[in-house]
């Protein structure tokens, strides 16, 4: 874990790890994921680098790890050449 630190140089409050999930719904957004990468023959570092995002969050991504934010969903998507819909079209959250 890091630290940020505040204008004076001292050390302030503790990054946070990247948040995992074990959602169901996490799951299948990465297996869609990583289908649409793999149609288009890419690594997950080429994903990444077409995303702007690091390749190791895609891995995270893929395997439903991380509940990932609109933005990075938007990326992924534009990234894969598809609507953002696709992704997520008739998930649903565990609670529902």
């Given amino acids: 874990m890091t630290t940020s630190n505040d204008r004076s140089g001292r050390s302030a409050v503790p990054e946070?790890?990247?948040r995992k999930?074990?959602?169901r719904e996490a799951v299948e957004f990465g297996?869609?994921?990583r289908a649409g990468r793999k149609v288009l023959r890419l690594s997950q570092?080429?994903?990444g680098e077409r995303s702007g995002l690091h390749r190791t969050y895609v891995g995270h991504v893929e395997?439903?790890?991380v509940n990932p934010t609109l933005h990075n969903v938007l990326l992924l998507a534009e990234a894969?050449?598809?609507?953002?819909?696709?992704?997520v079209r008739g998930l649903r959250t565990d609670d529902n």
């Fill in 63 to 65: 395997r439903g790890e």
């Fill in 21 to 23: 999930t074990d959602r």
């Fill in 45 to 47: 570092e080429q994903l």
């Fill in 31 to 33: 297996r869609r994921v």
């Fill in 80 to 87: 894969l050449g598809v609507d953002a819909s696709e992704l």
């Fill in 16 to 18: 946070a790890p990247p």
